[in-house]
C-alpha cells in the first residue's frame, strides 16, 4: 500500500484466545518464566488468583494487526508504547484494535492509538505506535 491508502480515523482489529501452551511456550522462548505465568499454585496464591499471560505476548496482537491487516505487509514499527491496564488470563479472548491518528505523507509515516480489550470489553492494554510504510 502506499501513503495515500491511510487516513485518519482507518480501524482494523484481531481477536485471539491466548492458550495455556502458548503461554508455556512463550515463556521457554523469551526465558520470562516468571511464575506468575506458568505455576498454577503460585499463581493461585498471587493477587491475581490464577495464571496471567505475559503483557507482552497479548501485546504481540497489536503487533499482528499492523503486519497483517493495517498498514499490512512490508510496515516497519519505529515506536510502540503499552500501558497495561488489567491482567489477562489463560483462555480470555482478547480484540487488538489500532487505529490512525495522524499521516506523515512527507515520511510515509503512520500514527496510532492501540488497544487490547478483553471479553467484557474492558481495556488491558492501551498505547501507541508509529510504523513507515
Same mark, same amino acid.
Given at each position: 500500500?502506499?501513503?495515500?491508502? !491511510?487516513? /485518519? #480515523?482507518?480501524?482494523? @482489529?484481531?481477536?485471539?484466545?491466548f492458550l495455556t501452551e502458548e503461554v508455556? %511456550?512463550?515463556?521457554?522462548?523469551?526465558?520470562?518464566?516468571?511464575?506468575?505465568?506458568?505455576?498454577?499454585?503460585?499463581?493461585?496464591?498471587?493477587?491475581f488468583g490464577a495464571r496471567i499471560v505475559?503483557? !507482552?505476548? /497479548? #501485546?504481540?496482537?497489536? @503487533?499482528?494487526?499492523?503486519?497483517?491487516?493495517?498498514?499490512?505487509?512490508? %510496515?516497519?514499527?519505529?515506536?510502540?508504547?503499552?500501558?497495561?491496564?488489567?491482567?489477562?488470563?489463560?483462555?480470555?479472548?482478547?480484540?487488538?484494535?489500532?487505529?490512525?491518528?495522524?499521516?506523515?505523507?512527507?515520511?510515509s509515516i503512520l500514527y496510532f492509538d492501540?488497544?487490547?480489550?478483553?471479553?467484557?470489553?474492558?481495556?488491558?492494554?492501551?498505547?501507541?505506535?508509529?510504523?513507515?510504510?
Amino acid at each position: 500500500m502506499r501513503i495515500d491508502d !491511510f487516513y /485518519v #480515523g482507518q480501524t482494523a @482489529s484481531l481477536k485471539k484466545v491466548f492458550l495455556t501452551e502458548e503461554v508455556e %511456550a512463550f515463556a521457554e522462548m523469551s526465558l520470562d518464566c516468571n511464575p506468575i505465568h506458568i505455576d498454577l499454585d503460585y499463581a493461585e496464591h498471587s493477587l491475581f488468583g490464577a495464571r496471567i499471560v505475559h503483557g !507482552f505476548l /497479548v #501485546g504481540s496482537l497489536i @503487533s499482528a494487526v499492523f503486519g497483517t491487516q493495517l498498514p499490512g505487509e512490508g %510496515a516497519i514499527y519505529l515506536h510502540q508504547e503499552m500501558n497495561f491496564r488489567k491482567p489477562v488470563f489463560h483462555g480470555e479472548e482478547i480484540t487488538a484494535t489500532v487505529v490512525v491518528t495522524n499521516v506523515r505523507k512527507d515520511k510515509s509515516i503512520l500514527y496510532f492509538d492501540t488497544k487490547c480489550e478483553n471479553a467484557k470489553r474492558e481495556v488491558v492494554i492501551e498505547g501507541k505506535a508509529v510504523l513507515k510504510v
